[in-house]
């Protein structure tokens, strides 16, 4: 118990540092400013149609390759600097321990890829604000893009599933898209890690 505490405290340590950091700031912003420019289509297709979609884009954003692998391009520069060793680590380690040390970073990579996949969400729904109802129902957009080629129309770069708009709820697949892609984050987290 006492190393989970002492390992707490040194995750909550590193993202105080973080806190501080330039990079909590503005990946984010840039993330949203090339999020929004690679987007234009769907936000040009609600304004066409004058329909609000349900808040659910983050799943389907992940069919455009070139977009996933940009967003998560765009995680790893979290985790560029791994260990996280600045002038101060030395005395953390030596009060806290190696392993509680260790174990503090791992909670804190694994915090940082909850908190990035919950911007990503924030993110995805501003993209589509205005225009976007708070519903539990994947709606008539998505369902509209799914079934007809509305999307090539428009030139979306992502194609909307109707596999995953049959199979899935709204909420299940955000939740499984959210949970695949904090796993994505904390792996390339980890593994720069153990790497640098």
Sequence with gaps: MKVLSQARRICGY???????????YLIPVCLFVYMLNELIPIRDFLFSVNEKASPFLLPFIFNDVMLTASIFVAAMLFFIDAPFYDKYQLFVIMRGGTSEWVLGHIMYIFSVSILYMLCLTGISIL???????????????????ALTDAGEQFGLSFGV???LIFEYGPLEAMFLVGGLGFFICSFYGLCLWCLN
Excluded: A
Excluded at 14 to 24: A, S, V
Excluded at 127 to 144: A, D, H, K, M, Y
């Design 161 to 163: 599933s109707g596999y």
């Design 127 to 145: 993209i589509i604000f205005p225009n976007v109802c708070l519903s539990g129902e994947w709606g008539r957009i998505w369902t509209t893009l």
């Design 14 to 24: 590193q993202l105080r540092i973080l806190r501080g950091n330039y990079k909590l």
